[in-house]
């Protein structure tokens, strides 16, 4: 199976930066690093959870509008990882983030929470 652990949350001020990453476990791992998209959600109290980030096998990125240019999303097969760097950070992107990816069946992480303070 496959888990996925997300780290890197806490609290930082407006204009500040973080670092989040998802650790990507299980005897599937190796699979998904290697050949599954894999991406970052956020879901802020009382809305939906939207995209944030997401990367494809081949490396080809997109990112929602409200964060594009302000957001990095990156991998590294060799530590089985994906990793999110947040520059410019709003109070907006306050919300608990999540680690996504699908192969076969949908897998998500249990989340971190992100919180810009003003």
């Known amino acids: 199976q496959v888990q996925l652990v997300e780290s890197g949350g806490g609290s930082v001020q407006a204009g500040g930066s973080l670092r989040l990453s998802c650790a990507v476990t299980g005897n599937m791992a190796e699979t998904i690093i290697k050949f599954a998209n894999i991406g970052w959600y956020r879901q802020a109290p009382g809305k939906e959870r939207e995209l944030v980030a997401r990367i494809a096998a081949g490396g080809t990125t997109d990112y929602g509008d409200s964060v594009q240019g302000r957001f990095t999303i990156s991998r590294d097969n060799t530590k089985n990882t994906v990793s999110l760097q947040m520059n410019s950070l709003k109070p907006t992107d306050t919300a608990v983030y999540y680690c996504?990816?699908?192969?076969?069946?949908?897998?998500w992480g249990k989340g971190t929470l992100v919180t810009v303070s003003s």
């Open positions: 996504f990816t699908r192969w076969i069946e949908d897998y």
